[in-house]
């Protein structure tokens, strides 16, 4: 197994860091806001935006998929070597 080096580490600290400072940001957002009611229309409002959200996001990657599949990819990379079918 490789050792991290200096520049990796440094990295990963300040990834860490942002993680701990934006878990802390929520927290302080959350904890404020939570006297706040939200009343039945901003609850279908967040029900739909969740719904439509997460129809748009799966739909882009079943064509996404279907793309790769299809083998319509291919064609818009001209530095691709032509290969034979990947061996399984």
Known sequence: MRTLGAG??????????LLILT????TTVWNATGDVVM?????I????????SLLV????MALMFFSS??????????FRKNQ???AE
């Open 39 to 43: 009343d039945r229309h901003g609850w």
């Open 84 to 86: 034979g079918p990947p």
């Open 23 to 26: 878990g802390v940001w929520a």
């Open 8 to 17: 990796q580490i440094a990295l990963i600290l300040v990834l860490m860091a």
């Open 69 to 78: 599949r299809s083998g319509h990819d291919e064609a818009a990379d001209p």
């Open 57 to 60: 996001g799966c739909g882009l």
């Open 45 to 52: 409002a967040l029900g739909l935006g969740t719904f439509f």
